[in-house]
């Protein structure tokens, strides 16, 4: 079974519209973390927002925020007031405690914002 | 400069060529790995290493090899490259002081095995 599922291979936002970009992951460890990471058309991996799974509050950084519901095993994220610069490719990904700091990726999801 | 650096960023060559790629960081990170990206397959672990002692294979390791010279660096070598290692190769680092534990990745080396 797939660790980290990222259900929408691609998505339209219009500028300066939200957008909520869909991960849900699968872990029996009750300590775990949450990443979301940004890869632009240029390539390089951008780290953009964590959520530690005993963390009692959602993660925000900026535009960025972590929708995080533990029962369900979701961890969505959403861009508040899209930016063209937005454009990119999204991985969530995901470190299980025992894991050796390994990150498990999903699939991604490629995000257009249209002008 | 980059805090990871790859090199070569673009290579191409033939099958049954022996390549190596490499990754310097100046982050002073113990945790080093390396990643493969395909298109619509995300990013697969390949290996990875906790010091230069400490080598571990990840979920893709067969048809490749690394070599952990110094904390600074990890090296990932094809010894006899096929078409299907044609990919996108990252090289990323993380530090156990961490509390996150994210990773920061180097800009990437595109391999085309021809």
């Known amino acids: 079974a797939q660790k980290i599922t990222q259900t929408q291979p691609g998505m339209f936002v219009q500028e300066k519209e939200a957008v909520t970009l869909d991960c849900t992951y699968d872990t029996s460890d009750p300590s775990y973390g949450l990443f979301w990471y940004k890869q632009p058309s240029s390539g390089e991996m951008i780290f953009l927002i964590y959520?530690?799974?005993?963390?009692?509050q959602n993660a925000t950084e900026g535009r960025y925020s972590l929708n995080f519901q533990k029962a369900r095993k979701s961890a969505n994220l959403v861009i508040s007031a899209s930016q063209l610069g937005d454009s990119a490719m999204y991985f969530c990904?995901?470190?299980?405690?025992?894991?050796?700091?390994?990150?498990?990726f999903g699939k991604g999801t490629l995000l257009t914002v249209n002008p | 400069d980059a805090d990871v650096t790859q090199t070569p960023r673009n290579r191409i060559t033939k099958t049954g060529k022996r390549i190596m790629l490499e990754c310097s960081q100046t982050?002073?990170?113990?945790?080093m790995y390396w990643y493969r990206q395909d298109p619509g397959l995300g990013l697969r672990l390949i290996y990875y290493?906790?010091?230069?002692?400490?080598?571990n294979k990840g979920e893709i390791s067969d048809g490749y090899s690394v070599s952990r010279q110094a904390q600074a660096k990890f090296s990932l070598s094809l010894e006899s490259a096929i078409p299907n290692q044609t990919a996108l190769y990252f090289c990323?680092?993380?530090?156990?002081?961490?509390?996150?534990?994210?990773?920061?990745f180097g800009e990437g080396s595109r391999l085309t095995v021809l």
């Open positions: 982050k002073g990170h113990d945790r």
């Open positions: 959520q530690g799974s005993y963390d009692q």
């Open positions: 290493s906790f010091d230069v002692k400490d080598i």
């Open positions: 990904a995901m470190r299980e405690e025992g894991s050796n700091y390994k990150l498990t």
């Open positions: 990323a680092t993380g530090g156990t002081g961490l509390s996150t534990g994210e990773l920061f």
